[in-house]
């Protein structure tokens, strides 16, 4: 559903309203623990969006068209996953938002990330295998093909063979610097973050002008914990896939 008639039909029931409150977004790539962050914030209090509008929004992301992510991101307060984890997004959202704070996650190397990306993926998508474009174009998140637009949105070309290590670690290596780059004279406006690490629970705190609370960061969305083949179950009188996030 596309988000402006997803937030008019919310709206209309008064499900959602206007968020004022600073922006947090979480712009570190898909399985740097953007999900595990989410949950953090929202035990929080912090009021975080919903994924699948935003994620339909994928197309528009490939075009450089951040027109209606920014207008649903003025009904929530915090935001994670795709599109906000792809490369160039955050800048639109610097822009539209002055002042927001930025968490960018990490992992402890890009062959890390890129492992388990690949991982994730294939046990999701492909039976364990590392997906091919066939298996892209006919998993079922989102839509028949949406993983299929994801990939060619964030790495180029999807054509064979795909997850190619060198390919994952230089988009890794690429987004994350120039991230930094981007906030290098503003500071406090940008956290890394790895969440495995002891003291980042701490570090968000601080970051975000909490009391801070030295625990360690809750582990979601664990590969190991995917349960596949996908399945399909009926919510609401209308047909949804249920499956793992991608963060």
């Given at each position: 559903?596309?988000?402006?008639l997803?937030?008019?039909?919310?709206?209309?029931?008064g499900?959602?309203?206007?968020h004022?409150r600073q922006?947090?977004?979480?712009?570190g790539?898909?399985?740097?623990?953007?999900?595990s962050?989410?949950?953090?914030?929202?035990?929080f209090g912090?009021?975080?969006?919903?994924q699948?509008?935003?994620e339909?929004?994928?197309?528009?992301?490939?075009?450089r068209d951040f027109?209606?992510?920014?207008?649903f991101?003025?009904?929530?307060q915090a935001f994670?996953?795709?599109p906000?984890s792809?490369?160039?997004?955050?800048q639109?959202l610097?822009?539209?938002?002055p002042?927001?704070?930025?968490?960018?996650?990490?992992?402890?190397?890009a062959e890390?990330?890129g492992?388990s990306?690949?991982?994730f993926?294939?046990?999701?998508?492909?039976?364990?295998n590392?997906?091919r474009?066939e298996?892209?174009?006919?998993?079922?998140?989102?839509y028949?093909?949406?993983?299929?637009?994801?990939y060619r949105?964030?790495?180029?070309a999807a054509?064979?063979?795909?997850?190619?290590?060198?390919?994952?670690?230089r988009?890794?290596?690429?987004?994350n610097?120039?991230?930094?780059?981007y906030?290098r004279?503003r500071?406090?406006?940008?956290?890394?973050?790895?969440?495995?690490?002891?003291?980042?629970?701490a570090?968000l705190c601080?970051?975000?002008?909490r009391?801070?609370?030295?625990?360690r960061f809750?582990w979601?969305n664990r590969?190991?914990?995917?349960?596949a083949?996908?399945?399909?179950a009926?919510?609401?009188g209308?047909?949804?896939?249920?499956c793992p996030?991608?963060?």
């Amino acid at each position: 559903m596309d988000p402006k008639l997803w937030i008019s039909k919310t709206l209309a029931r008064g499900l959602v309203r206007p968020h004022r409150r600073q922006k947090i977004f979480c712009v570190g790539l898909n399985k740097t623990g953007t999900l595990s962050l989410a949950g953090v914030l929202e035990q929080f209090g912090i009021v975080v969006a919903p994924q699948r509008p935003a994620e339909l929004l994928i197309n528009e992301y490939a075009r450089r068209d951040f027109t209606k992510l920014i207008r649903f991101c003025r009904f929530f307060q915090a935001f994670q996953d795709v599109p906000f984890s792809c490369p160039f997004t955050y800048q639109a959202l610097d822009q539209a938002f002055p002042g927001s704070k930025f968490v960018l996650t990490v992992r402890e190397s890009a062959e890390q990330w890129g492992q388990s990306l690949t991982g994730f993926h294939s046990k999701l998508f492909a039976g364990g295998n590392v997906p091919r474009v066939e298996d892209l174009a006919a998993a079922e998140y989102c839509y028949r093909g949406f993983i299929l637009d994801f990939y060619r949105a964030v790495f180029g070309a999807a054509e064979e063979p795909l997850y190619e290590p060198e390919t994952l670690c230089r988009l890794y290596e690429f987004h994350n610097t120039s991230v930094v780059e981007y906030f290098r004279h503003r500071p406090g406006e940008l956290l890394v973050l790895d969440v495995s690490r002891a003291g980042a629970m701490a570090d968000l705190c601080r970051f975000l002008g909490r009391p801070v609370v030295d625990k360690r960061f809750p582990w979601l969305n664990r590969t190991e914990d995917i349960v596949a083949p996908l399945k399909q179950a009926h919510i609401g009188g209308s047909t949804s896939t249920i499956c793992p996030r991608q963060g």
